[in-house]
């Protein structure tokens, strides 16, 4: 009977690890980090850098010991764990802000390849993310596999100071809403609130895009043409994504970038033109569209500019250098008679030549051609033949500032 009671008991002593409370330790240390980054690179005032700090910190310890088990605790917060990588892979990329609704639409509708060639180059804050938080979640698995618990003394003071903390935080919130001009400081200053709320907005954005055939289905242009041009007519709608005004010879940039469109005398530059967003899914349905982004729920019930030229009596041809993204602009593309997607190596001259085939093979006599290109991309480097190789050396380099003069050359 003595020795199965101490079976027993070292079977408890072995089972309540103090590993446990390390762990609930570094669980918390590793999730507040983005918070304590954020408070440096936002403008934010006092009171909201407490609230940002204090009401995380604190939730995070309760979360951890709301069951005994805290190694499911952890593998339960899997969600919060991605937000951090997510939130710190961004800091290191743009410097600041919080992970926005586009960002997060931009991961759901970018192909494979560009993001893989994205990641490759950032390479620094993925393998920092995956060496704090890739530990974290192989440490409670082992706590799991092994029924480690935490003590009821060590939980019951984890979970009280992390009450305390999230109580003091809250208390922050109304210093902080009277200071803010925006009156929204709990939705727009406060990691992971403010990360989760654009992840619900988001999935409004996709829930609107998958009934766009049926909230669209009755809209006309009741488009006619009354003008006629003699001989054949072909319009060519370039979508040069990507590409900025600011690197344009045309625009007074010191490198000669677009030396055959300076020597045309018939070019009409337009120079008090703004884009309406820095995102592919939000700017180029824009452009496809007579939207604009003061009636943004507009774009979900109003046909595109090919579906205009098919009532105008044009045939309509969509070719684009980029892959199907699942997203509007792939319903706005199919809008058009005819849509082709092109394959590696997916140069923007492909297009071109895509479209003289067209041209030759078509006896339509109004043709409208749009043309999405891919060539301002990153990785810039692979978006061109090596013969195009102006501006050397512009070989693949992760992004960071000290290696911005080959990033220029290979985007110029």
């Known amino acids: 009977m003595s020795d199965k009671l101490d079976r027993e008991l070292r ?20 999730l507040i980090l983005p918070n304590c980054i954020l408070a440096n690179t936002e403008h934010y005032g006092w009171w909201s850098v407490e609230a940002l700090i204090l009401m995380p910190l604190g ?23 991605f937000f951090c990588a997510f939130q710190i892979v ?14 997060f639409t931009n991961v759901l509708t970018t192909n494979p390849g560009e993001a893989g060639e994205l990641l490759s180059n950032i390479y620094p ?72 709320y654009n992840v619900g907005l988001c999935a409004s954005e996709f829930r609107k895009t998958s009934r766009f055939e049926r909230t669209s289905a009755d809209f ?9 041009a003699p001989g054949r007519e072909i319009y060519v709608y370039i979508i040069g994504e990507a ?11 010191e490198r000669p970038t677009t030396p055959r469109l300076a020597e045309l005398d018939d070019v009409v530059l337009f120079r008090d033109v703004l884009t309406q967003s820095n995102t592919t899914h939000k700017s180029v349905p824009l452009i496809l569209s007579s939207v604009d982004t003061h009636e943004h729920e507009e774009l979900y019930r109003r046909r595109g500019l090919p579906a205009l030229f098919n009532e105008a009596g044009f045939e309509t041809w969509f070719l684009s ?30 297009l071109l030549d895509s479209m003289k085939r067209i041209v030759a093979s078509c006896t339509a006599p109004k043709l409208l051609f749009i043309l999405h290109c891919y060539g301002s991309h990153f990785s810039y480097h692979q978006r061109y033949p090596r013969r195009f190789a102006r501006y050397l050396p512009d070989d693949d380099v992760a992004i960071s500032e000290q290696n911005i003069e080959r990033i220029r050359n290979a985007y110029d």
């Open 11 to 30: 079977r408890r002593m072995k089972t309540r690890s103090r590993f446990t409370t390390l762990l609930v330790l570094y669980f918390c240390a590793a």
């Open 90 to 103: 961004l800091l290191y990329l743009f410097g600041n802000s919080i992970v926005a609704t586009d960002m």
């Open 59 to 81: 939730f995070y310890m309760m979360w951890s010991v709301a069951l005994r088990r805290s190694g499911v605790m952890i593998w339960l917060a899997f969600p919060f764990i």
């Open 220 to 228: 006309t242009y009741a488009a006619e043409r009354t003008a006629e």
């Open 125 to 196: 804050s993925v393998l920092f993310v995956c060496a704090l938080y890739v530990p974290l979640l192989w440490l409670a698995a082992r706590e799991i596999a092994h029924r480690r618990y935490i003590s009821r003394t060590t939980r019951l003071t984890t979970g009280l100071t992390g009450a305390a903390l999230f109580a003091l935080g809250t208390l922050a919130l109304w210093p902080a809403y009277r200071a803010s001009d925006t009156r929204h400081v709990l939705r727009d200053e406060v990691f992971p609130v403010n990360v989760i």
């Open 243 to 253: 590409s900025r005004a600011m690197n344009w010879q045309l625009y007074g940039y």
């Open 321 to 350: 250098n980029q892959a199907p993204q699942g997203a509007m602009i792939d319903h706005l593309a199919h809008d058009a008679r005819h849509v082709e997607y092109l394959g590696a190596p997916r140069f923007d001259e492909q």
